[in-house]
């Protein structure tokens, strides 16, 4: 491809992607995603493509569709698109600009309610035999807010890496803790603090002897299935854990994945949960079970733990942590399939095009010769 016509390719995949945050963070219209699709499919036939391309873009899109007919939820049709098209991507130079978007987003929402020119969103719910009073801080919910928080950390860390040192993390901590005061978001307050507190231990490489460790290493790489079939188990006999799992804002998760177990059953590409209040429902396996079907979840768990087992295999450290950490997010919130909730999913791009893993392994180590670079990944397959 030429590289004009790369860079037309860049700018328009870039172009529908503020326009898809757009729509999910400010303006909700419906003609903002057949806006976003209409130019990815603009790219996708500019930039040319081969007989094999076409097919792996068909098949994704195919599944796509046929899950969206199922459970009209366009953020499947979206995200496996930005997939499929990404051919030409360059992975780091994404998280790199998703960063600046994000970034972007967040002040624009916290800013303007912290000056009060916007509303705070005050929430005050009854958990636990008291009122805890949480602030969404111009996002939507508290959890959406604390969720875009800890997707920014993981993009810096990405991003960044070793140029981080320990003032840089503690900052970091620091700020989580700051935005935790208004959220009372424990998930994501926990979750970033682990996720910050491994990416400072494993950024010594002398530390990696833990992940090289047989038995972490199955359990790391094949979490998303454990997690999985976990899930699935505490939510089924949820009745049998409600004493042991202290913490009623975890088990009321669990819960209500029983009733959508009890309520709905299984199908192929998924359902719309007929009149269920999906945006409720937290509990992110069995949600992708049960909306968006058998097919789409075994394919997405199997991709994930390929992705898990590939990162694992060149010592990519931090983006282990990042999908270990959200293989466990997921056992308390719905974020699979959703790019506007977090950013590390784009990596299944190693699944559908082998070679941008080469490029991206090029770009982290600042390789710029591609041929010494694929000889030394060979050694390692």
């Known amino acids: 491809m030429g590289d004009k016509k790369n860079m037309l390719c860049n700018i328009l995949f870039y172009v529908a992607l503020a326009i898809y945050y757009v729509f999910k963070y400010f303006l909700h219209y419906d003609m903002f995603i057949l806006l976003v699709c209409g130019v990815l499919i603009v790219k996708f036939l500019i930039?040319?493509?081969?007989?094999?391309?076409?097919?792996?873009?068909?098949?994704?899109m195919v599944l796509a569709v046929l899950v969206f007919f199922s459970n009209n939820m366009s953020n499947v049709i979206v995200t496996f698109l930005f997939l499929a098209v990404a051919e030409d991507i360059n992975v780091k130079k994404f998280f790199k600009i998703d960063l600046f978007f994000r970034i972007i987003i967040f002040l624009s929402k916290i800013v303007p309610a912290a000056f009060g020119i916007t509303d705070v969103g005050r929430f005050v719910v009854f958990q636990e035999g008291e009122y805890r009073i949480r602030y969404s801080l111009g996002f939507e919910h508290p959890n959406v807010l604390g969720m875009s928080l800890f997707n920014i950390f993981v993009l810096i860390v990405l991003v960044y890496r070793e140029k981080l040192n320990i003032l840089h993390y503690i900052g970091l901590l620091f700020f989580n803790y700051i935005i935790y005061s208004y959220t009372d978001?424990?998930?994501?307050?926990?979750?970033?603090?682990?996720?910050?507190?491994?990416?400072?231990?494993?950024?010594?490489?002398?530390?990696?002897?833990?992940?090289?460790?047989?038995?972490?290493?199955?359990?790391?790489?094949?979490?998303?299935?454990?997690?999985?079939?976990?899930?699935?188990?505490v939510s089924?006999?949820?009745?049998?854990?409600?004493?042991?799992?202290?913490?009623?804002?975890?088990?009321?998760?669990?819960?209500?994945?029983?009733?959508?177990?009890?309520?709905?059953?299984?199908?192929?590409?998924?359902?719309?949960?007929?009149?269920?209040?999906?945006?409720?429902?937290?509990?992110g396996y069995v949600f992708l079970l049960y909306f968006?079907?058998?097919?789409?979840?075994?394919?997405?768990?199997?991709?994930?733990?390929?992705?898990?087992?590939?990162?694992?295999?060149?010592?990519?450290?931090?983006?282990?942590?990042?999908?270990?950490?959200?293989?466990?997010?997921?056992?308390?919130?719905?974020?699979?399939?959703?790019?506007?909730?977090?950013?590390?999913?784009?990596?299944?791009?190693?699944?559908?095009?082998?070679?941008?893993?080469?490029?991206?392994?090029n770009d982290i180590n600042n390789i710029n010769d591609t041929n010494v670079s694929k000889n030394k990944i060979s050694k390692k397959v």
């Open 47 to 60: 930039g040319g493509f081969d007989l094999v391309y076409c097919i792996k873009v068909v098949t994704i």
């Open 236 to 283: 089924y006999n949820v009745r049998d854990f409600w004493g042991i799992i202290g913490s009623e804002t975890f088990i009321t998760r669990f819960y209500s994945a029983y009733q959508i177990m009890a309520i709905l059953r299984l199908k192929l590409f998924g359902q719309t949960g007929s009149g269920i209040i999906t945006s409720y429902f937290d509990q």
């Open 292 to 361: 968006y079907g058998i097919i789409a979840t075994i394919i997405l768990l199997l991709g994930l733990t390929i992705l898990l087992k590939k990162v694992y295999k060149f010592e990519l450290r931090y983006e282990i942590i990042a999908l270990l950490c959200f293989a466990v997010y997921c056992v308390l919130e719905n974020i699979f399939l959703e790019m506007t909730k977090y950013s590390v999913e784009f990596l299944l791009v190693f699944i559908i095009f082998p070679s941008k893993l080469t490029e991206y392994i």
């Open 185 to 233: 978001s424990r998930t994501s307050f926990l979750l970033s603090n682990l996720f910050l507190i491994l990416c400072v231990i494993f950024s010594y490489k002398k530390m990696y002897f833990i992940l090289e460790n047989k038995v972490n290493k199955f359990f790391i790489t094949n979490s998303y299935i454990l997690l999985f079939i976990i899930s699935w188990f």
